[in-house]
């Protein structure tokens, strides 16, 4: 399977512990997203990253959250401290280039579960 | 800001019928825009996309749309669903300049034999 893949697929977490949600872009693509999907909402962006730099983070909470795509390695989205209201589904998506034009692909999605 | 509204959050629809998702755009600049299917646990698939030029647009699995800019609508169509279009139904807008997609709520399909 050359898609978008992200794990683990299920994360359950007690508060104040830490999350890290993996992503591996499609073979090829440098273009990584990351989207939130509260329960019962549609998605919500949070961060866009290329090769090692953060390009657009305004979608990220201002703390506890970070994320980092590294030359090597798979894309990173790391929450620390958790909390109730982090429990949604986190989607990943990658492209060949930005702009419309460029398909994005997006991974099964990471479901965190805070207890 | 660019919003994107889905105006029914849930359609229940007999297999074989023809089925309308509506979505309203607004926006001040150029926009493109996109209908995705969320099946069950898994992540959001690409049902078609508007660019540019034509405004009737065709996707897979029988599915179309039409942009419309003097109403700033994006309805999604298929003249025939099947028990396997159970799914949500997302309609996204990006600016043409931008790199983050706005997603409407969510229009959730359930096809009924």
């Known amino acids: 399977n050359a898609g978008v893949m992200q794990n683990p697929r299920h994360l359950v977490r007690r508060r104040g512990q830490e999350a890290r949600l993996r992503c591996s872009p499609v073979?090829?693509?440098?273009?990584v997203y990351w989207y939130r999907q509260l329960p019962e909402e549609g998605l919500k962006f949070m961060v866009y990253l290329q090769k090692e730099n953060i390009i657009d983070e305004s979608g990220m909470p201002k703390e506890r959250f970070s994320a980092e795509f590294p030359k090597e390695g798979p894309s990173i989205l790391r929450i620390q401290q958790v909390v109730r209201g982090d429990s949604a589904a986190y989607f990943c998506?990658?492209?060949?280039?930005?702009?419309?034009?460029?398909?994005?692909?997006f991974g099964n999605g990471t479901r965190l579960t805070v207890t | 800001a660019q919003s994107v509204t889905q105006l029914d959050s849930q359609v229940p629809v007999f297999e074989e019928a023809p089925v309308e998702l509506r979505c309203n755009y607004s926006?001040?600049?150029?926009?493109?825009l996109f209908w995705y299917v969320q099946y069950p646990n898994q992540g959001l698939q690409l049902l078609l996309k508007y660019l540019s030029g034509s405004t009737l647009v065709k996707g897979i699995n029988g599915f179309e749309a039409e942009f419309n800019k003097s109403q700033t609508s994006f309805h999604l169509r298929k003249p025939s669903v099947h028990i396997s279009d159970t799914a949500e139904y997302f309609c996204v807008g990006l600016r043409a300049a931008g790199n983050k997609l706005t997603f409407g709520g969510g229009t959730r399909v359930l096809v009924k034999p």
């Open positions: 998506a990658s492209s060949q280039d930005r702009g419309g034009d460029s398909p994005l692909h």
């Open positions: 926006s001040s600049v150029s926009v493109y």
């Open positions: 073979k090829g693509h440098s273009h």
